[in-house]
């Protein structure tokens, strides 16, 4: 896709169409008031018709066959007030989609008065939701749906009122494109059905990725975890003929350094509950039960593109979860890498398990923090339904520095307690841990079963059950979503940023809930 910045208007602009947004309190200001002006205000009959009132997610297309651009589409921002760089992403995926659709393959979309102080983050935004809105999710049918094909977008700084800075718009540009094509790599990752999609692929395509990119990479078999006693994840790997992965990839920003974040993903590539099993419902969806692996190899993909100065390790432990002959059943025991046991009292909770092995690795390859994200509990979606992600930490400080990015990132995340009732609730009679519990707070006896694995390590547990893949949507195809990608690149970016300033938030060392590392 090309991308370009302009400062024309509806009647010079060399584009199919020009995206406006409007607020909802029906004011019309910067490139809205040209082109306003420019269509004899036919923006302001739209509105004042109340066709559309400038809602979220709102669109009207007008025909301006006397113009340069044929086409302006009115989209609807909400409330002026509540106005946040990241909406623009979702915006500009409506358009995309809405215009590409109708087989536009050249989009202007104008920068909305309020953007301007953030300019860097508008343009990324834009740039990023934009190419996230091409993706298509029928790549398996013999007649796919008429393809996106955006060529190019172009950028309108057109206000007239205000200059933005070159650099700025540059930089915009180029993050953007890298996290809109990452948050696609991990979406294409998980849209691709089991049968094509295991574990061996996983590592395929992280090897491809890391060769494209100049990434380390290393993928465990079957052999080198039993040597390492991953007994956990060999385990849960038991009932499946495919055999089971731990995909690392490294990325080396500031060698010499010893401080080194972790990402860990679950890299399930189908859950069908084991001798657990689940119901038939919905059982397919669990072909997405990779998404947090997905997420963490295309998170290291944007992050070797963008080079922030920290070392980051991604690592997948990947495995199908089926109740084969050999499969683990109810009652086993098994015994991780740091030798705790655990009793398996429910082969559907199995994510914990191939996590809590890839947790240990994680140390071993000196991990200095933690994040792991994963599909891990249907009692999150029962939590926050599909409207944010669970965040659960041993490390208050550590956790208070991400959400604060994390929630400008375009995703949402919560913060839930851990408290010792879990902690107690996950212990085992016969052995150290049990695996599953019963149904009181499941999301969070989920976190505490992981904190066995972490040590002392700050670290933080996101779930993201409701918000790795979605029915409905109008800012991208139906299925994965690509979270967690865009809130860990920019928490990372934001760490190697303010510890190159020497600041204090996520630059200090986290470390106030734990203070032995
Ligand atoms: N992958 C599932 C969790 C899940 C459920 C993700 C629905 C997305 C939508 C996980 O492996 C699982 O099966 N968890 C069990 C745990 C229980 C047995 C303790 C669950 O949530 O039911
Ligand atoms: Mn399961
Ligand atoms: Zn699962």
Redesign the pocket.
């Known amino acids: 896709m090309n991308i370009r910045v302009s400062s024309g208007t509806p009647s010079s602009l060399d584009a199919g169409a020009l995206v406006v947004p409007v607020f909802d309190d029906g004011k019309l200001d910067g490139a809205t008031e040209v082109a306003d002006k420019e269509l004899s205000g036919a923006i302001a009959d739209v509105l004042s018709s109340g066709e559309i009132k400038g809602k979220t997610g709102e669109v009207s297309l007008i025909h301006a066959k006397d113009l340069k651009v044929k086409r302006v589409l009115i989209v609807g921002l909400g409330d002026r007030k509540k106005f946040e760089p990241q909406m623009l992403a979702k915006t500009a995926g409506t358009a995309v989609r809405y215009l590409g659709k109708r087989g536009l393959r050249s989009i202007a979309f104008a920068l909305p008065i309020e953007a301007q102080h953030h300019v860097r983050e508008a343009v990324s935004f834009i740039v990023e939701g934009a190419i996230a809105g091409t993706i298509d999710s029928t790549t398996y049918r013999s007649e796919q749906d008429k393809p996106i094909l955006l060529e190019t977008l172009t950028l309108v700084t057109s206000a007239g009122t205000h200059s933005y800075e070159q650099k700025a718009l540059e930089e915009g540009v180029e993050r953007g494109r890298i996290l809109g094509e990452a948050v696609n790599v991990a979406r294409l990752m998980a849209l691709t059905p089991a049968n094509d999609m295991t574990p061996t692929h996983m590592a395929a395509r992280a090897e491809e990725l890391a060769k494209e990119f100049g990434l380390g990479f290393d993928a465990l078999d079957e052999d080198r975890m039993r040597e390492l006693g991953m007994g956990s994840l060999l385990g849960v790997s038991r009932g499946s003929d495919e055999p089971a992965k731990l995909i690392v990839l490294t990325y080396e920003g500031d060698p010499g350094n010893s401080e080194k974040i972790a990402l860990v993903g679950k890299g399930?590539t189908f859950?069908s509950?084991g001798i657990?099993l689940?119901p038939a419902d919905n059982m397919h969806?669990?072909k997405?039960?990779m998404s947090g692996g997905a997420g963490v190899i295309a998170a290291l993909s944007a992050i070797a593109r963008l080079k922030p100065k920290i070392n980051v390790i991604g690592l997948v432990p990947s495995s199908e979860?089926l109740p084969g002959p050999r499969a683990m059943k109810p009652g086993d025991v098994l015994r991780a890498m740091n030798g705790k046991t655990i009793e398996v009292i429910?082969t559907?909770?199995?994510?914990r398990l191939i996590l809590a092995d890839a947790l240990c690795y994680a140390r071993k390859l000196g991990a200095t923090r933690i994040i792991d994200c994963a599909?891990?509990?249907?009692?999150m979606?029962v939590a926050l339904g599909h409207a944010a992600s669970g965040a659960i930490s041993n490390d208050d400080a550590f956790v208070k520095d991400f959400l604060a990015v994390a929630n400008r990132s375009g995703e949402r995340y919560w913060h839930l307690p851990l408290y010792d009732e879990y902690t107690t609730a996950v212990k085992s009679e016969i052995a150290d841990l049990r695996n599953?519990?019963g149904r009181p707070a499941?999301s969070l006896t989920?976190a505490a079963f992981l904190q066995s694995f972490v040590d002392k390590v700050p670290w933080i547990h996101l779930d993201i059950?409701g918000t790795?893949y979605v029915d409905e949507s109008s800012s991208m195809a139906k299925g994965p979503t690509g979270t967690p990608v865009r809130a860990l690149v920019a928490y990372v970016e934001e760490l190697a940023r303010s510890r190159a300033k020497g600041g204090n938030g996520a630059a200090t060392p986290a470390g106030t809930a734990t203070t032995a590392r």
């Open positions: 399930l859950d509950g657990s689940k969806e669990m997405y039960d979860n429910n559907d909770a199995e994510g599909t891990l509990t249907g009692a979606v599953s519990t499941g989920a059950a790795a």
